[in-house]
């Protein structure tokens, strides 16, 4: 996809980043609220357009790089994120975005995604997840509920969903965040957070599907009640939640527990430290799940290792050192054979 007409001095706007195309997404779709945030938030930074990448394989939220004005590829299904790291290890120059969906991260994709994330591929994952297929008009996810009644499970769901950050932390991403649509200020500071890390990042987002699956985040991130089951995120601070703040989380046996702040030494609270080398914490918080306990948001993990296209590059430099650059015709009409049968 090649950059459309537009100012490139810097600094950009949100305008510069739109590319012109027809948004051909439901009316009221929380893709809206997501591309907009995107579009803001990369014109904060003084990278040149034409040195972003948006990647993306089959969904609703696949369209994403139609309407970006920068560089992109709209691959085939779960794919993505091997397009992506092909992309990463020839130029380390680009800033790479990879957009999914549950369906296409999780289903088909879910191996590519692990990998890529094990491996800490430099790219900017956003996983938008809203519990349902809506391209394909309304099959059950694998991040469905239990019970959920759809087109392919008209008598409720009997699988388990998956839980996509723990699926993250497991494969030990280096940078690990939820966010939501609704939230467009603090969705922009997780984008950001992403954008300046080294290594991949991995983004949920809790987003609205209004056709197939309205509302389905409510009983979390509604306006009557996200006060009181919604935590926010902050490195070095306990988490503390509430309509008055006067909520807060313990440990006691090794499980979370809710507890009333006013009744707590503040040296018993749980303290979010994201810098964590070890997992185990970041694992603990993706088993905060509603109606047991309240959903954190924010920055779950953010951690230095070195990043795969690096220790790629770093490799290749050292075996022409030793061994030579090497030629195409050497490689073919080598010693080594294959024998086909």
């Known amino acids: 996809m090649s950059l459309a007409e537009s100012p490139t001095k810097l600094p950009y706007t949100k305008e510069n980043f739109v590319s012109g195309q027809e948004v051909r997404w439901c009316p009221g779709c929380g893709d809206y609220s997501i591309l907009a945030t995107m579009q803001r938030t990369l014109s ?8 972003y990448v948006f990647i993306s394989g089959i969904g609703c939220s696949s369209r994403f790089p139609y309407y970006m004005n920068t560089y992109g590829f709209h691959t085939i299904h779960g794919r993505a994120p091997t397009v992506a790291t092909g992309l990463r290890c020839i130029n380390p120059d680009l800033s790479i975005w990879v957009v999914t969906g549950d369906g296409d991260g999780l289903s088909i ?6 990998h890529c994330m094990r491996r800490n591929v430099g790219v900017n994952i956003l996983f938008v997840n809203n519990r349902i297929y809506g391209l394909t008009k309304g099959q059950y996810s694998p991040t469905s509920e239990v019970g959920q009644v759809t087109k392919s499970s008209p008598y ?4 388990h969903p998956v839980n ?4 993250a932390i497991a494969s030990e991403a280096t940078f690990v965040a939820r966010t939501l649509d609704s939230d ?10 992403a954008m300046q890390h080294r290594g991949v990042s991995f983004i949920e987002i809790y987003q609205n599907c209004i056709i197939f699956n309205d509302k389905t985040f409510v009983p979390v991130t509604g306006r009557e009640t996200r006060e009181d089951r919604m ?35 503040a040296k018993e609270l749980l303290t979010h430290v994201e810098n964590d080398p070890e997992p185990n914490y970041a694992y603990f918080l993706t088993q905060m799940i509603y109606p047991q ?24 430099k050292e075996v022409i050192k030793q061994k030579g650059k090497g030629t195409l015709k050497d490689l073919i009409y080598g010693n080594t054979t294959w024998m086909v049968k």
Not at 44 to 51: I, T, V, Y
Not at 184 to 193: D, E, K, L, N
């Open 44 to 51: 904060k930074f003084d990278l040149p357009r034409e040195k």
């Open 109 to 114: 994709g879910g191996n590519h995604l692990i």
């Open 156 to 159: 409720g769901s009997i699988d």
């Open 164 to 167: 996509a950050l723990c699926i």
């Open 184 to 193: 467009p200020v603090h969705m922009g500071y997780i984008f950001q957070r």
């Open 231 to 265: 935590i926010y995120l902050e490195n070095g601070k306990p988490l503390i939640f509430g309509k008055n703040k006067d909520k807060a989380i313990h440990i006691r046996n090794l499980q979370p527990e809710v507890v009333d702040l006013a009744k707590m030494d």
């Open 293 to 316: 306990m309240p959903v954190p948001f924010g920055v779950f993990r953010a951690i230095e290792k070195p990043p795969y296209e690096e220790m790629l590059d770093n490799q290749v």
